[in-house]
């Protein structure tokens, strides 16, 4: 989705750059008086969109379907990929459904368990059938990064996948260290 949007972006930045790179030398003069001075309906244009009432109506149905899917395009780009909750079962009895920000709340308090973790912060993202825990993780400056991941390799994440009953439950780790509060100089 990333590639795509980003090779859209391109096309059309291009494309419109060299739209207006015309334009603008066209109005220049650059390639000439004739098309300098010209209208930028010609004559036939104007004669069809005249003799046919439904044209301009029609145009603007055309550019405003472009604008609707413009948007939607936009909107697409503003979805974070969180999720809200995860199904624990779904059967023919019904389903039940952990809140995405429970899951996360059991977890960071999974997380500041360890003795070296000083803050956590976790959200749940990814799609329902492939959900993935990132997990944000502020230590001591002195903490040893290996042993942190293999405690929530080891003892985190096993017990979010038991609890939720999904071992395909996938994770992200993201350590960072805190420095402590600046020193002050007098």
């Known amino acids: ?28 003069g650059v390639f000439g008086a004739a098309v300098e001075n010209r209208p930028v309906l010609g004559p036939d244009v104007r004669s069809f969109a005249a003799a046919h009432g439904w044209f301009w109506p029609a145009l603007g149905v055309v550019f405003g379907l472009l604008a609707l899917c413009a948007v939607g395009w936009l909107a697409a780009q503003l979805r974070t990929g969180r999720l809200r909750g995860l199904f624990v079962t779904d059967d023919a009895l019904g389903g039940v459904r952990v809140g995405s920000a429970a899951l996360a709340d059991a977890v960071v308090d999974d997380l500041v368990g360890n003795p070296v973790v000083r803050a956590a912060r976790v959200v749940v993202r990814g799609r ?12 001591d400056a002195g903490a040893d990064a290996r042993a942190l991941r293999a405690d929530v390799e080891g003892r985190v ?30």
């Open 157 to 186: 994440l096993p017990r979010a996948r038991r609890a939720l009953g999904r071992p395909d439950l996938a994770g992200e780790i993201e350590i960072g260290v805190d420095a402590g509060s600046p020193a002050r100089v007098r």
């Open 1 to 28: 989705m990333e590639r795509w949007n980003r090779f859209l972006l391109l096309a059309a930045g291009l494309l419109l750059l060299g739209a207006g790179v015309v334009v603008l030398l066209a109005g220049a």
């Open 128 to 139: 329902p059938r492939r959900p993935v825990l990132q997990m944000s993780i502020e230590t």
